[in-house]
């Protein structure tokens, strides 16, 4: 990460992503309220960008119910 001049937050453990089944990098996840994993998205680039937002919007959306 330093050696890139990455500077986004990255979880990396030993085993976890396996146990959490990440099937690829980047994977996105989104949280929702109450702390789960409302949505996963695997991949980068503008179509990603475009899914995330109207993802979290929707989740706004269900949380103001």
Same mark, same amino acid.
């Given at each position: 990460?330093?050696?890139? @001049?990455?500077?986004f937050?990255v979880?990396?453990?030993?085993?976890?992503?396996?146990?959490?089944g990440v099937?690829g990098?980047?994977?996105t996840w989104?949280?929702?309220?109450?702390?789960?994993?409302a949505?996963d998205v695997?991949g980068?680039?503008?179509?990603?960008?475009?899914?995330?937002?109207?993802?979290?919007?929707?989740?706004?959306?269900?949380?103001n @119910?």
């Amino acid at each position: 990460m330093e050696k890139r @001049d990455y500077d986004f937050l990255v979880l990396w453990n030993d085993g976890y992503a396996r146990e959490a089944g990440v099937m690829g990098y980047p994977t996105t996840w989104v949280v929702d309220q109450e702390g789960r994993i409302a949505f996963d998205v695997l991949g980068g680039g503008q179509r990603v960008l475009q899914e995330l937002g109207w993802r979290v919007e929707a989740l706004l959306e269900d949380g103001n @119910d």
